[in-house]
């Protein structure tokens, strides 16, 4: 091993100062603790013969303990695993009836969760679970602190163990606890316990889902959002769904409908997720438009926060894809929302490629018109503009736009909003042949709008650009690509200026191939269906 550098050196001294200094900090509460039960009448002898209240006496093996427990940790504490003879004494001070010795256990375990990074060893479960179960609020406090920093990421290992149905009953209780410091310590535990699905199965038998339900209305938002963090982890897994939206009533479905009203941004976005993941049916979506919900996602999607707003849309998205919904969805307000979303937020790709989504799922329906009367295409047009739109999420404008398209009262009001720089974007993306769909999709619109006079005087600009992407489509290997550059080519041999360009290209080379291949496949088809009737 080399010499270490002086900056090196400087710090591993630093590192040796502060555990020493963290060292020294437990020991001194542990010191202090310890001096405040020796002070405490109920080590005094007391000869009255009256009766008193239960006061928990600290036996003479638990006073010995204490000090021999203590007596290791200054001696050298380290972190790392007690050896048999102090976890003897930890396990004595954990199952005390005296609430002084339990606080200086759960001082431990609360030091051990913040600086080690190694799985709980197995042996240190039970003194925990009895701190768990402990009445006294203090010991309550640390110790639900220490298990959810036991369950953080990464200590995969801890959720396994912990998560036994010994370890999740007294979570449960903790959770009911009318300390702010203690519920949400627990409820923050049982969230991270959520991350295993192993785990989940032991919540959902030993009733966590009950009690995860009724939190929800906590008056404490931090309480609020652990709860339905933790229920939306449970929602993702199917198999649940019958336990969670058990009961006529449907209590969860609008509980969760109510929070979306939150003022708090966080519990407002965990309920979009939480609903989301249990709109997988058809009866639940339609249960959440009946419960009115519309207008408070309405509310949503103009949020100041991203995570509301792309919560919120996801929501939308998956309610939409169902056709009994579609009607009440395409309303007025939603169409506007949507439009001024995407004219305001045009460069995020959630927000962009759900609204594209959307939009489409609900040109299906006879309130086509409204889409026309919004701002929704204009939103839809401008975001191609927009240099930051990822590829998928421009896919997903562009087939919005050309099934749009398909409608002439719709083409027309698409063509207003065209100029120069929408129909060079529109050219450019249908000469992108590696991006198929996207490629397809800009064709398709363009090849829909040249009926109108404005388009076809816009796409004169762009003559070149326009041919050489028709080249390609008609030599494409899928028949839909050579019939949709035949048809733009139909339409645009009509201006002289386009047939002009057509003659000097290789444009009728090129298509008298297709007729070719056309003729041999139709003959090809004739023999083969001549053999299969023999």
């Known amino acids: 091993m080399g010499q270490l550098c002086g900056r090196c050196m400087q710090l591993l001294r630093d590192f040796v100062a502060f555990v020493q200094r963290m060292s020294s900090d437990l020991v001194h509460g542990i010191k202090e603790c310890l001096i405040l039960i020796s002070k405490c009448s109920c080590l005094k002898q007391n000869s009255s013969k ?33 050896g048999k003879d102090p976890l003897e004494a930890l396990r004595t001070l954990a199952f005390s009836e005296n609430p002084g010795l339990q606080q200086s256990a759960a001082l431990y375990y609360l030091h051990m969760s913040e600086h080690m990074n190694i799985p709980l060893p197995v042996e240190h479960l039970e003194p925990f679970y009895a701190l768990l179960r402990s009445a006294d609020l203090e010991v309550q406090q640390m110790s639900s602190l220490s298990l959810v920093n036991f369950l953080l990421e990464g200590h995969k290992s801890n959720r396994e163990a912990i998560g036994a149905a010994r370890g999740v009953t007294p979570l449960l209780s903790l959770a009911k606890s009318y300390d702010p410091r203690v519920q949400q310590n627990a409820v923050g535990a049982i969230l991270n316990l959520t991350q295993s699905e192993k785990i989940q199965q032991v919540l959902c038998k030993e009733g966590a889902l009950p009690v995860l339900s009724l939190l929800l209305e906590s008056p404490d938002s931090e309480v609020q959002y652990y709860s339905c963090a933790a229920l939306s982890n449970v929602a993702a897994n199917i198999q649940h769904h019958k336990g969670l939206l058990g009961g006529g009533d449907r209590f969860l479905l609008r509980t969760l409908i109510s929070l979306l ?58 309610l939409s894809q169902h056709p009994h919904n579609q009607d009440t969805l395409a309303c007025a307000e ?34 086509r018109q409204r889409i026309m009367e919004s701002r929704c295409v204009e939103g839809l047009l401008q975001t ?76 004169k600009h762009h003559i070149g650009e326009i041919q050489a992407y028709l080249e390609n489509f008609l030599t494409h290997r899928e028949i839909r690509f050579q019939q949709l550059g035949i048809s733009t080519f139909c339409r645009l041999q009509e ?13 009728a080379k090129l298509l008298e191939q297709v007729r070719q291949q056309t003729e041999e496949t139709q003959e090809l088809l004739k023999a083969a269906i001549c053999h299969e009737d023999s």
Not at 398 to 407: D, G
Not at 497 to 506: D, I, N, P
């Open 495 to 507: 201006d002289p200026e386009f047939s002009l360009a057509f003659r000097k290209s290789q444009m």
């Open 50 to 82: 009256t009766r008193q209240l239960y006061k928990p006496i600290l036996q003479p093996h638990e006073r010995v303990t204490a000090q021999e427990f203590l007596q290791h940790i200054e001696t050298g504490f380290e972190m790392s695993p007690l």
């Open 261 to 318: 009203s939150s003022s708090v941004n966080k519990v407002s976005s965990q309920a979009c997720v939480c609903l989301r993941n249990l709109a997988v049916s058809a009866d639940i979506q339609a249960e959440m438009v009946a419960e009115n919900v519309l207008p408070k996602l309405c509310s949503l999607l103009a949020s100041g926060s991203e995570d509301v707003r792309r919560a919120s849309i996801a929501l939308l998205w998956i």
């Open 334 to 367: 939603l169409m506007q929302s949507l439009g001024m979303l995407l004219l305001v937020h045009k460069t995020d790709p959630v927000i962009v490629g759900h609204s594209a989504c959307i939009i489409k799922n609900l040109s299906l329906s006879k309130n």
């Open 384 to 459: 191609m503009l927009s240099t930051d739109t990822q590829e998928d999420s421009l896919g997903y404008v562009t087939s919005c736009l050309a099934e749009l398209a398909k409608q002439e009262g719709a083409t027309l009001h698409m063509v207003q909003w065209m100029d120069e720089h929408l129909t060079k974007c529109l050219v450019r993306l249908a000469g992108h042949l590696e991006h198929t769909e996207t490629s397809f999709q800009a064709a398709s619109i363009i090849q829909h709008m040249i009926g109108h006079e404005k388009m076809m005087l816009l796409c």
